[in-house]
């Protein structure tokens, strides 16, 4: 036999009680059963825990000290109890949101906000489309904006609505010769040096079929995560990357447009069919392309639903 959480609350109910017979019929058990019960605890346990007459039980000074324990212990386990009982609840109102790299992802955010659902995000963060992806398909994100140059293959239970689309820009430093001019040539780029990203996006195939129709491999010298520091590779080593048309300027860089790559990035909000939130996903979906039509970014030209607007003044001040 060894010693579980019933049987200390029946412990419990035998002191509480002071009668095997009105401990058991709280129990809404057996009076035998109970009682050998407990003669299997105190033999598992090697001493006598209740003195026993004709007017019914009370904790000997062992028991006392047994009885002591178990309190401590339910009630760690109630309280324990109550927190996963919380926790539960709380996860079951979240709103899974997924960050990627893409330059979009900020206006989800704004989005959530200014539609009053901002308060449910909880945001978990990838270093690839790939792995957001692996994420709705096992059911542990809700929505995510992502980006494509490429068609994405869109997992089970999920619907995507298109936002925006945008040219592919190169990314070079201010004092390069090529960026002076308004755009440039990818058969230009042939002699840079290239960052690529890291991750399960191969990243680094795609760079090469883009470079593959003008003639040349590109010279990868820098591997780096899509949130590592390409602005600053660039900056300070003269090598050049691609880059979203939105992405913000750093200092000391520049983005120019490739003259002759008809590619583009393709932004779309991507969300699971059974969420709550699909049924708003259109209403998602327009204020981030008011966002990006009107000011190509997060909290410019926003759509301020009327229903929102006390509540975004309460959380302002």
């Avoid at 293959?153 to 995507?160: E, F, G, H, I």
């Avoid at 820009?169 to 440039?184: E, I, K």
């Avoid at 191969?202 to 760079?207: A, S």
């Avoid at 204020?287 to 039509?293: A, E, F, G, H, N």
Wanted: glycine share 6%; aromatic share 4%.
């Amino acid at each position: 036999m060894e010693l579980e959480l019933k049987h200390l609350r029946h412990l419990q109910a035998v002191a509480k009680a002071g009668s095997l017979n009105r401990a058991a019929a709280q129990l809404v058990l057996p009076q035998p059963a109970l009682s050998r019960e407990l003669r299997r605890i105190e033999e598992l346990l090697g001493q006598a825990l209740f003195e026993r007459d004709r007017t019914g039980v009370r904790p000997t000074p062992f028991g006392r000290l047994i009885l002591d324990y178990a309190d401590g212990i339910l009630a760690r386990t109630a309280r324990l109890g109550a927190e996963l009982t919380q926790r539960s609840a709380q996860r079951a109102r979240a709103l899974r949101v997924g960050w990627s790299a893409t330059a979009l992802a900020g206006s989800l955010l704004d989005a959530l906000e200014v539609t009053g659902t901002g308060d449910q995000a909880e945001i978990r963060t990838a270093e690839s489309t790939a792995e957001i992806l692996d994420w709705f398909e096992r059911g542990e994100l809700d929505l995510a904006v992502l980006s494509e140059q490429c068609e994405v293959t869109l997992p089970a239970n999920t619907a995507r609505i298109d936002l925006a689309d945008d040219p592919l820009l190169v990314m070079l430093p201010d004092w390069h010769p090529l960026a002076s001019r308004h755009s440039v040539g990818l058969a230009e780029l042939e002699h840079e040096r290239w960052i690529s990203s890291t991750g399960p996006d191969r990243c680094r195939e795609f760079l090469a079929r883009v470079c593959h129709p003008f003639g040349f491999s590109p010279l990868i010298a820098h591997h780096v995560s899509v949130s590592g520091p390409r602005d600053e590779i660039v900056r300070y080593q003269g090598d050049v990357t691609l880059i979203q048309t939105l992405r913000p300027l750093a200092p000391g860089v520049v983005h120019r447009p490739i003259s002759d790559l008809l590619m583009r990035t393709s932004h779309f909000l991507l969300y699971r069919e059974d969420s709550p939130i699909a049924a708003r996903a259109e209403l998602l979906a327009g204020v981030i392309t008011d966002s990006y039509r009107d000011g190509r970014g997060p909290r410019t030209g926003r759509r301020v639903l009327p229903a929102q607007l006390s509540r975004l003044a309460a959380r302002t001040n």
